[in-house]
Antibody, heavy 125, light 107 residues
Framework: QVQLVESGGGVVQPGRSLRLSCAAS????????MHWVRQAPGKGLEWVAL????????FYADSVKGRFTISRDNSKHTLYLQMNSLRAEDTALYYC??????????????????WGQGTLVTVSS | EIVLTQSPATLSLSPGERATLSCGAS???????LAWYQQKPGLAPRLLIY???SRATGIPDRFSGSGSGTDFTLTISRLEPEDFAVYYC????????FGGGTKVEIK
């Protein structure tokens, strides 16, 4: 079965950096687009970033553009989120999630079918 | 950016009742690429409905989605105890955005 396990969260000071990881198993990782979605404490969901199955295209929410970088290592079945210049408003539970369709389906976009349990990032001095 | 507005913010109902949740888009989601997710406390969201009206794998048929353009609806025909949760709509036609959520609580 699909399994997504996030790690790398923690407490970090404003302006510092953090890298999150998401280890994937149970499916052909290299054929699916992958996302990061975050949820501030007690708040709703906010989409953060998408990377295509082969890493050739990346898309970001305006709130993180220029500060966060999504990447993947298909040989390690792992998704990453490099977060720089962190702000208090970046405090959230960060989920990784998988597209419903694989690359070969022909769809240019997809809903998020499988989610990890999240890793908590707290930005505080 | 397409802004999604969900209403009501909170829905207080009893088990067995029908729940109707609304999601309005600031501009047309022409492709009907609109999904609904359920989230229970302490858990990750779960995909319920995609493409406005298609049920995801394993989702009971008491959950149904409808709508097009700028107005979408999630209906739960008869609420089961496990259905009390927060529900989010999401569009994936033009980038990705989520609505603010509707909490379905026990009356």
């Amino acid at each position: 079965q699909v399994q997504l396990v996030e790690s790398g969260g923690g407490v970090v000071q404003p302006g510092r950096s953090l890298r999150l990881s998401c280890a994937a198993s149970g499916f052909a990782f290299s054929t699916y687009g992958m996302h990061w979605v975050r949820q501030a404490p007690g708040k709703g969901l906010e989409w953060v970033a998408l990377i295509w199955y082969d890493g050739s295209n990346k898309f970001y929410a305006d709130s993180v553009k220029g500060r966060f970088t999504i990447s993947r290592d298909n040989s390690k079945h792992t998704l990453y989120l490099q977060m720089n210049s962190l702000r208090a408003e970046d405090t959230a539970l960060y989920y990784c999630a998988r597209d419903l369709y694989d690359h070969w389906s022909g769809y240019y976009t997809a809903p998020l079918s499988d989610w990890g349990q999240g890793t908590l990032v707290t930005v505080s001095s | 950016e397409i802004v999604l507005t969900q209403s009501p913010a909170t829905l207080s109902l009893s088990p067995g009742e029908r729940a109707t949740l609304s999601c309005g888009a600031s501009q047309s989601v022409y492709t009907n690429y609109l999904a609904w997710y359920q989230q229970k406390p302490g858990l990750a969201p779960r995909l319920l409905i995609y493409d406005a009206s298609s049920r995801a794998t394993g989702i009971p048929d008491r959950f149904s989605g409808s709508g097009s353009g700028t107005d979408f609806t999630l209906t739960i025909s008869r609420l089961e105890p496990e259905d009390f949760a927060v529900y989010y709509c999401q569009q994936y036609d033009s980038s990705f955005t989520f609505g603010g959520g509707t909490k379905v609580e026990i009356k």
